[in-house]
Structures are given as C-alpha cells and as structure tokens.
C-alpha cells in the first residue's frame, strides 16, 4: 500500500501535480514492526517531496525564466531576435505572445529607423506609421470601411483542425496592409467552410490571428447567390467583358438577380456596421460591387464612398454589349470617387458614360456630374507594401545557395531556372508562356538541359467550365512540351498546380533568373512587383508584358506582347544572358521605383482624395436631373457634354 502511494506521488510529480497522500494504517501497526520505523518513512517522504519541489521550480520555473529573460534582453539590445522560435524551455503560450510582442518591437523599430532615415534624407515615402498617422488626422475618429468580396483570412479544416489560409489575391496583397496600418473593418464573403466557426453570432472577429489589428465581417451567402453572384455574373460577365482577353462574357439574367441580390445583402452588412456614428469613409472594391455605392448613398448621404476598380475598363463598344450596362454605370456614380490603376482606363470610363448615360462629363475636373451628385474619375496605381528595412535588405542566405535548395527540393538540372506566379486564369497568358518556352529550346538548343521553367499555378473559380477547362489544358500542353524535349534527367517545364502561400513562393522568386508576367490584359499584376521587391541582391530579369498596368511603372523590365511568342522566347534568352550589370541597374531602378510608389502611397492617394472632397464650382450649364436607370436613348445629345 504504502509502496503504491509513493509510486503515484512520484508519478504526480513527474506529470506536475503535487498531491500528499498519507497511508494512516501504520499508526495502528506496533512501533517495532518493519523496518524502517515509520517515523523514519515519514521524514523521508519529507525529505524527498521538498528535494523533488527543489528540482520542480529550478527546472520548471527558474531556468525557463532565466532563458526568457536573456532572449527579451537580445530584442531589447536589437540583436537578432529568433523571431519564428519560441526560447527553449519556456512556457508555451506566454512565449507566444512575447514573440508577438518582439515582432511588434522589431517593426516599429525599423519603422522608426526608416521615418528616421528619410527625414535625414529630406525624402517623404509613405510607410504603414506614416499612413497611420495620416489617416487618423484625416478622419479624425470616423470609421473606416473596407468592403471586398475576398476575404482576407478564410478558415478551413483539415482532418480534426481548423486551419486558417490567405488566399491567392492580389487585392489582399494590397489592401491587408492598409488594415493592419490603420484598423477598421472589412466586410466580405466568408467563403472557407469552418468560417462559421471561427466567427461571433453577427459574423466578426479580429485579425490578424497573430496579431489582432482590425476586423472582419463576414457575409453568408448561399451557394446559389455564390453560384449567381461570384461565379456568374461577376466572373463569366463582368471579368471577360472588361478584360478582352477572347474569353466570351455570359450574361444570365438569373446572374443578375443574385448579383443585385448580394450587393444589397452587402449594404445592409455594411449598413450595420455604420450604425451609431457619422461621416463614415468607405473604400469598395471591384468590379463584384458595382451597385453598392449608389445603395449605400441612398440610405447613408453622409457616407464618403470611393470605388476602386482592380480590372481594366473597356472601350465604350465593348462594354455595351452587356444587357445591364446602364445600371451598373448607376450604381457605381452612387461613388464619390472613382479609381483605376491607369489614365487609360479613366478615360475608357468616361468615355463609356458620356455614350451611355445622361450626365454631364466634366472632362477638365475628370468628373460626371449626375442628378446633383458628382463622381470624381482619378488613376491609383496599386502596389504592394515595399519597405526598404530589415525585411528587404539583402538576405544572409546568398541568392546560389536558394537556387541550389530549389534545385534539390524539385530534383532540376541545369544552371538556369525561370519562374511564373499566378492564379490559373486564361487572361494571365500561362498557356502562350508556355509555347514561349518551348519556341525559345527550339531557337537556342544549347538551353536543353540547362534552363528549366517552374510555374506555379493556383487554382482558381474552378467551378466556372472555362476555368476547370484550362487546367487540364495546361497540364495537356505541359506534357507535349516536356515529352518533346525531356531527358532521363531533365523537363524543361514543371507546373506545380497548388496554392502556394507567400513564404513557399519567396524562395522561387528569389532564386530565378528571370520571371516571367505575361498577362493577355491585366489591370495592374502585383505578382511583377512582388518579384522585384524580392531582389535584394538586385538580381533577376523580368520580363512583363505590355498589357499589364504595371508595364507603365516598371520601365526597366523586358516590355514584351505576350501574343508574340517569337518576342517572349527572344526576351527569356536576353534575360538569362544579360550582363550582370545591366541586370542589376534595372533591377536597381525598379526598386527605387517600388520604394516610392509602395501601397501606403497608394492608400494614402486614394483616402485622402476621398475624404478632402468639397463640391465642384455649379457647372456652367443646368445638369440632366436624371436619376433613373430605365430612361430612353442611352446617347446623349453632343450639347449635354462640356468636353472641351
Ligand atoms: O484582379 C481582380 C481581382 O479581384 C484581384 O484583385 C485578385 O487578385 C483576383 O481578382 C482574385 O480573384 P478571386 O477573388 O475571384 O479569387
């Protein structure tokens, strides 16, 4: 018995527990039974438990503690602070959140550095404090919206556990920081299939899981608004209307219903989240919300709303074949402001109005006027957020030894290695890049076996025939090409079909020798700048194609027409072959280009233009007070407009 009770304390104490247990029998048993005397027995457990608590708190509480308090004082010296390990030994969740609080300590200190730098320097770029600042002296305290289809972080299982994962999308890429610099909300579809779960009764919570600077409010929508909404009218319309990239738009009217349908089931979502405070700032995105300004501005006349539009606008001819272009123009003249990534685009939209719509074009002021309100029409280009600091500055890994872990992880052979990034969409131009590749081993033999071309593919609307088609067309070209050329150890192309997250695409980046954007028609394509932002060993060839609105910004990379396929073959094997200087001046160049126009620069554009908006002087002649959709003849009489 007694033997027992001794073997569950030292296993209470062994798993943490302290328990004492006493077998009291032996107070009954005569003095001179056993050995050894009980008394004896007593002051050795004695003995023994404080030995043990002795050992406990110098194992369990002393040393961790003694390891915390050395790894804080390496953060506090600025020394490298280890950041994704936690200190060996210490308690799990409190190590946690010191990592956290080390992160936040390591950024503010770098942007405390670069404030510091540039004001030395007399320069004034745009950093997520900067911003920060700005945006709460702009607002002063009024609330700040995002509302956006994609969400931000979606939540999914696998197996037993709920898995949280950043979607593939340029508009988070850009936007999330903004949230993270300034807070507020974000609405959007909550699309992962445990979002429920990790979500309060009216849809919010924080986020970033990490580091909680914001919230996100999901909206619910069934699959049969999803299917209408997202999948119909937004994709298989609005995305092959405006992009012109050969893909047919389909309009449905069931579409539109559920496209009308959800954009008012956003307003009331937005609406609740507006309520109790006054003169809110808004920022819509996409061409997934056209009707929301004007649904917004009804019910919210104080609401300041801008609307950025992260594809191409059209030609006027193009965009009239859709059944319900003049409800769209509507809604989204509901908007105070208007945003595109280019002037082009301003000026397709203008130009689209002016045809369609009676309204007045202010084309001085770049603005429509509309039944006494007044649009404003400006270009933004989007960007992603590029700092110059500890995050950018070259890596302690040098560039070779990323190729070479490449290299062995994908089993390639050859010295040179190209890369594409994108979602499977037929407008990114992935099927003429492959044809670019295999034109480029036909005109230079001598690349067999030394170049390899790696491109990553996420899956994406897969749901829409067109897209779940193009996988399997890809897959089909990747074999063809391969099988003409591959060797026992060799393929020239690997096309790696998964979503990869922002770390897993890094090493790609930053071990390629040229990188290939060669969309068909792109609004801007931040997978360029990510390339760039990459090359901290200023290093790499990017080959662009003209069609993309970051062609107008990155003048230095190799500007190709990605329908050409003799010019993009021509232009990977100047990339692979450029001198090392010349590759490291351009390269130079953009970044300098990228330090500047960053996204804080773009937000801070966007939100200050939204938020100083006085009315524009009476116009010289009375405005059409026309404010209904279903009106006669879209043209309207050369007179109405003050082009000049
Ligand atoms: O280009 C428009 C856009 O919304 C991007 O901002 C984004 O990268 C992409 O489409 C993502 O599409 P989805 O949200 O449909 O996956």
Redesign the pocket.
């Known amino acids: 018995m007694r033997t027992t009770l001794r073997l569950i304390l030292a296993l209470l104490l062994v798993v943490g527990a302290w328990v004492v247990g006493h077998d009291v029998s032996i107070l009954d048993a005569p003095w001179t039974s056993g050995w050894p005397h009980p008394i004896a027995g007593v002051v050795l457990q004695a003995v023994s438990m404080v030995l043990a608590g002795f050992l406990i708190i110098r194992w369990g509480f002393v040393r961790p503690m003694a390891r915390t308090v050395q790894w804080m004082r390496r953060i506090r010296m600025g020394e490298p602070p280890d950041h994704g390990r936690l200190p060996k030994g210490g308690w799990r969740p409190l190590t946690r959140e010191l990592i956290q609080l080390a992160r936040s300590l390591t950024s503010a200190r770098a942007s405390a550095e670069e404030e510091a730098r540039l004001r030395l320097a007399g320069q004034a770029r745009w950093t997520a404090e900067r911003l920060k600042e700005h945006v709460r002296s702009l607002l002063g305290g009024r609330p700040f919206v995002v509302v956006a ?2 969400e931000p972080y979606l939540h999914v299982r696998q197996g037993r556990e709920i898995r949280c994962l950043v ?1 593939a ?3 988070v890429t850009a936007v999330e920081p903004i949230l993270r610099a300034c807070g507020g909300i974000w609405v959007a579809h909550g699309s992962g299939e445990a979002d429920r779960d990790t979500a309060d009764h009216a849809g919010r919570l924080r986020v970033p899981p990490e580091a909680p600077a914001y919230t996100l409010k999901r909206v619910w929508l069934d699959k049969r608004e999803e299917e209408g909404y997202y999948y119909g009218f937004s ?1 298989e319309g609005l995305w092959p209307l405006c992009h012109i990239a050969h893909t047919r738009p389909v309009f449905r009217a069931e579409d539109w219903a559920h496209y009308q349908r959800v954009n008012t089931k956003f307003m009331e979502a937005t609406l609740e989240e507006l309520e109790g405070s006054d003169n809110p700032c808004l920022l819509i995105q ?1 061409y997934h919300f056209a009707l929301l300004p004007r649904l917004i501005k009804a019910r919210r006349p104080d609401a300041k709303i801008a609307l950025f539009w ?2 191409p606008w059209p030609n006027p001819e193009a965009f009239d074949i859709c059944p319900w272009a003049r409800e769209l123009l509507h809604g989204m003249l509901g908007a105070d402001l208007l945003g595109f990534h280019i002037q082009f685009h301003c000026n397709n939209f203008l130009d689209t109005v002016d045809r369609t719509l009676e309204s007045r074009i202010d084309w001085e002021q770049f603005a429509v006027n509309r039944a006494d309100h007044t649009t404003r029409v400006r270009p933004f280009p989007i960007s992603i957020a590029f700092q110059e600091g500890p995050a950018t500055s070259p890596s302690a890994v040098p560039t070779s030894a990323i190729k070479e872990q490449l290299r062995t992880r994908l089993g390639l052979r050859g010295e040179w290695v190209g890369v594409g990034v994108d ?1 499977i969409d037929y407008t990114k131009g992935i099927m003429e890049r492959l044809r670019a590749v295999e034109r480029l081993l036909d005109k230079h033999p001598s690349l067999r076996e030394r170049f390899t071309f790696l491109q990553i593919g996420a899956p ?2 897969t749901l829409i025939q067109r897209y779940h088609d193009l996988g399997l067309e890809l897959d089909k070209e990747t074999e063809r090409i391969n099988q003409r050329f591959q060797t026992r150890a060799w393929r020239p192309i690997v096309l790696l079909k998964k979503q990869h997250s922002h770390e897993e695409i890094m090493p790609f980046y930053q071990g390629a020798d040229v990188c290939l954007v060669t969309s068909l028609h792109d ?1 801007m394509n931040l997978v360029a700048k990510e390339f760039v932002a990459a090359r901290t060993d200023q290093r790499g060839a990017l080959i662009l194609s003209r069609f993309t609105g970051a062609s107008r910004e990155l003048r230095d990379a190799l500007l190709v027409n990605p329908y050409d396929i003799d010019q993009v073959a021509d232009a990977i094997y100047y990339g692979l072959t450029m001198d090392p200087e010349e590759q490291q001046a351009r390269m130079s160049r953009m970044r300098e280009t990228l330090q500047e126009h960053n996204v804080y620069r773009w937000a801070a554009h966007l939100v200050t233009e939204l938020a100083t908006i006085r009315p524009l002087p009476p116009p010289p002649q009375a405005s059409p007070s026309q404010d209904v959709v279903d009106s006669p003849p879209a043209a309207l009489p050369a007179s109405a407009s003050v082009r000049p």
């Open positions: 289809n994609r979607p999308s340029g508009l994709n996409d992260h594809i979602r994406s609307r609004g």
